[in-house]
């Protein structure tokens, strides 16, 4: 599996995603874990780290686990697919704070540029 984390501007969500039998890749299974539970916080927080250091408003990261137990970034995007994340039950804060309930990440996008203007 690994583990897809999405930072929006202050916002973050995440899922796991697992792999098809007999394939080694993630991405496009549709085998998707939306518990929060799932997802190693550090991956969150390292997402939001890099994200404010670069000054992105907008990414995705794809995280693995190292031999060492330590998250690893292994693909950046910009753009992602939004209907596999509508099932998320929440997202988190810069803090790290669980905020459960519905989201739209479309509606951030379209906040944080209102913001700037």
């Given at each position: 599996?690994?583990?897809?984390?999405?930072?929006?501007?202050?916002?973050?969500?995440?899922?796991?995603?697992?792999?098809?039998?007999?394939d080694?890749?993630?991405?496009?299974?549709?085998?998707?874990?939306?518990?929060?539970?799932?997802?190693?916080l550090?991956?969150?927080?390292?997402?939001?780290?890099?994200?404010?250091?670069?000054?992105?408003?907008?990414?995705?990261?794809?995280?693995?686990?190292?031999?060492?137990?330590?998250?690893?970034?292994?693909?950046?995007?910009?753009?992602?697919?939004?209907?596999?994340?509508?099932?998320?039950?929440?997202?988190?804060?810069?803090?790290?704070?669980?905020?459960?309930?519905?989201f739209?990440?479309?509606?951030?996008?379209?906040?944080?540029?209102?913001?700037?203007?």
């Amino acid at each position: 599996s690994d583990i897809r984390v999405i930072v929006i501007n202050s916002r973050a969500f995440a899922i796991r995603r697992y792999v098809r039998p007999g394939d080694f890749r993630a991405s496009g299974s549709g085998l998707i874990d939306y518990s929060p539970e799932s997802i190693d916080l550090r991956c969150v927080e390292l997402a939001f780290e890099v994200s404010r250091r670069a000054g992105f408003t907008c990414m995705g990261y794809d995280f693995v686990f190292g031999a060492d137990g330590e998250p690893v970034i292994i693909e950046m995007s910009y753009g992602f697919a939004p209907l596999p994340y509508r099932d998320c039950p929440g997202f988190w804060d810069e803090s790290l704070i669980w905020h459960p309930g519905e989201f739209y990440p479309e509606d951030w996008m379209v906040e944080g540029l209102l913001d700037k203007l």
